[in-house]
């Protein structure tokens, strides 16, 4: 059965980019979200493998989500996509819970062996 990933960025470019990734990758995106808010409750309804979390988004940003939902689940796995120059933001997620971080714009094999590392 394959991997099921939610997918939470602001843009909805992004969000399309990576679904493509991960779709030819093999795994299986249950569901997108385009703030902080609707992840998490995407993430009780859906309770998905794994969530790739964008940083900045209006509304609540990727950490802020990031802990909510670590919160909710200590075993979730979330991936963190960040654009350069977002250190401080990207550590602190690291700090919250995030297990890696994909930098855009993506790199197609990058995303995969990132989404391997975490729930291969």
């Known amino acids: 059965m394959p991997k099921r990933v939610l997918i939470v960025d602001d843009a909805i470019f992004m969000r399309m980019k990576l679904k493509d990734i991960l779709e030819k990758g093999g795994f299986e ?27 900045t988004m209006p509304e609540m940003d990727g950490v802020a989500a990031l802990k909510e939902i670590m919160a ?4 979730a796995k979330v991936i963190m996509c960040s654009a350069m120059g977002q250190q401080s933001m990207v550590m602190e997620a690291i ?16 995303v995969i ?8």
């Open 29 to 55: 995106v249950v569901a997108e979200s385009q703030n902080g808010m609707e992840a998490i409750e995407k993430y009780k309804s859906e309770r998905p493998d794994l969530v790739t979390m964008d940083i």
């Open 95 to 110: 700090q919250s819970g995030a297990l890696d971080f994909i930098v855009k714009p993506f790199d197609n094999e990058r």
């Open 72 to 75: 909710i689940d200590p075993n």
């Open 113 to 120: 062996k990132s989404i391997n590392k975490v729930i291969g």
